[in-house]
């Protein structure tokens, strides 16, 4: 069974740029979340969603947001890059919804100069 | 506020020992909490998955507990191994689906 694939691994942008990051769950996983990594902020959770709905979000601005397809793909966008945003950013799928077990992809390093 | 603290930071251990690694957190009111390993530069991996109903999870060498009360969670780590260095997370997810991670534990097994 083919884990969470997330692409690309590794991506360097400017500022003021826009990115898009995608993640497909494993199959049959209809909960996908996002997170952010950083030394400084540690894990930080973005939101989630759960059959094409966003059902929970963390405490980010505008400028990042999601979306998910039919098929439990779903695509994270950060628009307006800064420098802080430069972060590995992670997706997780859950079989269970909200406060199921969570299974993370390997994850999106995003370079922001 | 919900918060979730790891100590220690980091830990070093000569290779065989037996380890506990802590997790702390501020509101009793807990879905359940979860621990994962994470190696330099990759995703995370889950370990062990406790719900707010349950005491403990085993898993190999691995041994997970959880009081609500004292807002504490262990993970035990048997016998340990070179291969088990890594960071160590725990993630609380409270009832009002609000998930917070923990800062990480940097663990070294040392040959």
């Known amino acids: 069974k083919a884990g969470v694939t997330q692409t690309p691994r590794y991506l360097i942008k400017t500022r003021g740029q826009q990115v898009t990051l995608s993640c497909s769950p494993i199959?049959?996983?209809?909960?996908v979340s996002w997170y952010q990594q950083t030394p400084g902020q540690g894990l930080q959770f973005l939101f989630e969603?759960?059959?094409?709905?966003?059902?929970n979000k963390g405490n980010f601005p505008g400028r990042f947001s999601g979306r998910q397809f039919s098929n439990s793909r779903s695509e994270m966008n950060v628009s307006t890059l800064e420098l802080g945003d430069s972060a590995l950013y992670l997706c997780?799928?859950?079989?269970?919804?909200?406060?199921?077990?969570?299974?993370f992809g390997e994850g999106s390093r995003l370079t922001v100069l | 506020k919900q918060e979730v603290t790891q100590i220690p930071a980091a830990l070093s251990v000569p290779e065989g020992e037996n380890l506990v690694l802590n997790c702390s957190f501020t509101?009793?009111?807990?879905?359940?909490l979860q621990w994962f390993r994470q190696d330099p530069g990759k995703g995370l991996t889950s370990l062990l998955l406790?719900?707010?109903?349950?005491r403990e999870q085993t898993s190999g060498r691995l041994n997970a507990s959880l009081d609500k009360s004292s807002g504490r969670s262990t993970l035990y780590i048997a016998a340990s191994q070179p291969g088990d260095s890594a960071t160590y997370l725990c993630a609380v997810v409270y009832n009002n689906n609000d998930m917070r991670f923990g800062a990480g534990t940097r663990l070294t097994v040392k040959p």
């Open positions: 406790i719900q707010s109903s349950q």
């Open positions: 997780a799928s859950s079989g269970q919804g909200a406060g199921g077990e969570l299974f």
């Open positions: 969603y759960f059959s094409e709905t966003q059902r």
């Open positions: 199959s049959g996983h209809r909960s």
């Open positions: 509101d009793s009111a807990i879905y359940n």
